[in-house]
């Protein structure tokens, strides 16, 4: 049936649904199903993460567009290194690739990069595109964007109890002084506010050792969609879910309203 021209003008998209003074301040994804993305295609995993690099520009494009200030996406869990060597490195190939292709969109767009993670863990390749990169976009203020890149919550939570220990070992700290803000200020996250919104795509339901401490009071958006389908209007779509939500923190809804 023709679309109606009236109608089609009036149509109010996705986007335009959005409150723009409600937007989640930091929005997180596990970016999740490359693999099964090739294969129900019948084609190598790698082809999965290589078609997973278009969904990320689109989400980071999407995402700067809406005015979302800090969007953080998994990208590489320490889990991850367990792997086949061939799917590491093609991984790990496809993360120079990207950076040195995508460095001119981040200037464009003024996006900060970052990375959270243990970066010492990478190849000196990868490390090194990174670091430049991170460098060329630290002035950048629309949106900070940030990979986390051989990333495991329970490695970042130990290794803040050892850098905290080590400073009350040293009289630098006192343990009656320890609270939230001392531990958030050991963890890689320690630039980043609170996550708002985390998505997660392919259907699976599990944090897969992602930000453990940050995500205390995000809400969860679960789609089957698998991260290469991944496009700006599902983006759009977890957002409008999002901002429907009544966010209590432990209040009473009549507190809130
Ligand atoms: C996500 O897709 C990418 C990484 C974890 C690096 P997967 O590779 O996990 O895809 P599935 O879950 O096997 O489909
Ligand atoms: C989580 O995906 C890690 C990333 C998206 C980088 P996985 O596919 O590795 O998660 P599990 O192991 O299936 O939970
Ligand atoms: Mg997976």
Redesign the pocket.
Known sequence: MAVNPVFAFFKVTLKEEIHKDRLPHHMAII???????AKQRGMI?AF??EK?TKAVREVVEGAAELGIEYLTLY???TE?WNRPKLEVKT?MKLLVSSLKKEIATLQENNIRLSMIGNLDALPSQAKKELLEVMDKTKNNNRMTLTLALSYGSREEITKALKDISLKVKNNIISPENIDDSVIIEHLYTQNLPDVDLLIRT?GEQRISNFLLWQIAYAELYFTEV??PDFTKDHLYKAILNYQQRERRFGKTSEQIN
């Open positions: 970016m999740d199903g490359n693999g099964r993305w995993r999965g993460h997973g990208a590489f869990s991850n991984l392919s698998l991260w």
